[in-house]
Structure formats: C-alpha cells, structure tokens
C-alpha cells in the first residue's frame, strides 16, 4: 500500500481514522459502508497521564507535524527517533494549501516525493509510515479535530512547537518532545537562505532530495521568489 493516504472520504472512513467506529466485518467493497458497527473508543481519550512505560507500545501509532520546507537530516532524525519507540509514524505535512513563496517553496506534492525519497534512501519500511498533506487552520479549537479528521488514528505526538503541544495536550493525547538535532545548521530557514545566496546547502538534505530539489528547478524558484516575495499576511505565523 503506497504511504500517500488519505482516510477522509465516504461513508465512515473518517470516524475509523478518528479511532471513533471500527468495522465488525470487513468491507469488501472499500465504500465503507459496514452494516455492523461498534464504538471503540472516544477520539480523545486522555493518555497524558499514562506512563510511558505503561503504554502498549506495540498497537500505538505517533504523528509527527511540519511543513518540511524542504526535508532534512534533522527531519531524518526524528522520524527515527519516534520509528524507535513506536511501530508506524504519521508524518502530516503540514500548511498543505501554501507553496510558491518564500516561507513556503515547495508543493504539498512535492514535499510528499522529497520524504518519500529521503526516507527510501534511509532504508525506512514504507509500512512504517504514512505521508499526509494537512491544510493549515487558523482557529485553534478546530484544528486538532480538523487534524484527527485528516489521519488515521493516533495516540502520541511528537512536537517542540508550543502552541501545537499545548493544543493536542488540551485534547488528551500524549506529547512527547524531540531533542533538537544540531538545530541552528539543520533547518528548513537555514537552508531555503543558503539556496537564495547560492552557498552551500546539500550536506544538510538526504541526496535524493538534493538531486529532486535540482531537478525540478526549485533552487531557481527560491532565488526568483527573493526578488520580489514578501511573506503573505496569513503566512507569517505558521502552525508548523
């Protein structure tokens, strides 16, 4: 099965992904149309006051949020850091509907193909994860349910961004920090600056991603979109 997955569509796709419903028997036409159906659990059960040591690590599944404009090592390294703890890692690559400006170059898509990339290069088990463009929210009581809506069903979180721990704390997921991996060299600000002033920016992205940005011009596009690019109003404080 090809990790690009999205499970909000018909019937009651978006509820299994919510972890809200699960199918008693199986659906052999896809449409999600089940005729038996039972409660599993609520979608936001608290767990933040479970012990890390008390968790059924082999049935948790973590989510992992950023824009990843573009992937880098540093990227690389949390997902096996989170891949190390638990067996399948959502990566929600997030303010999906932007690309084309300073802030954020890249294409939902093209963000899909650079981590997909990255993490075949790495020899990750594609069954390991799934790869999810999630449109960015500006309302904050909406945007961990609109998140839940998106993927399928989750129990950790891997974050250092504030406002995003807090908000997934709030609704009763656990929320685990990430330690910074040499966080002023491996950054997505970093290297879309060394792009704009033609320094050196490979070694911090996997070759493959390297080889794809080129390959599709986007070294250029950034350079093109400094001449004349001003961050737009509703980009200037993104959620990743």
């Known amino acids: 099965m090809h990790p690009y997955l999205s499970f909000a569509g018909k019937g009651n796709r978006e509820f299994f992904a919510a972890g809200v419903l699960e199918p008693i028997h199986e659906d052999p036409d896809g449409a999600g149309n089940c005729k038996q159906l039972k409660k599993q659990r609520e979608p936001h059960q608290p767990t933040t006051e479970v012990g890390w040591e008390a968790l059924d690590t082999d049935n948790k599944r973590g989510l992992l949020i950023g824009r990843f ?123 879309r600056e060394r792009v704009v002033h033609r320094k050196s920016w490979e070694e911090l992205v996997s070759k493959s991603v390297a080889t794809y940005i080129k390959n599709i011009f986007g070294d250029e596009r950034l350079r093109e979109l400094a001449m004349s690019d001003e961050p737009k109003r509703h980009e200037q404080q993104p959620r990743f």
């Open 69 to 191: 404009q573009p992937f880098h090592l540093g990227h690389m390294k949390c997902v096996h850091h989170a891949l190390e703890r638990l067996p399948e890692l959502i990566i929600a690559i997030g303010s999906a509907q932007f690309s084309h400006t300073l802030h954020n170059p890249f294409t939902a898509g093209e963000r899909v193909t650079m981590i997909r990339l990255a993490l075949d290069e790495a020899k990750i088990d594609a069954d390991k994860y799934f790869l999810i463009p999630v449109r960015d929210l500006r309302i904050h009581d909406l945007w961990v349910p609109h998140v839940v809506s998106q993927t399928p069903r989750f129990e950790v979180v891997y974050s250092n961004e504030p406002i995003t721990s807090r908000l997934f704390k709030e609704a009763g997921f656990r929320v685990e920090p990430i330690t910074f991996y040499d966080r002023e060299k491996y950054s997505s600000t970093e290297i």
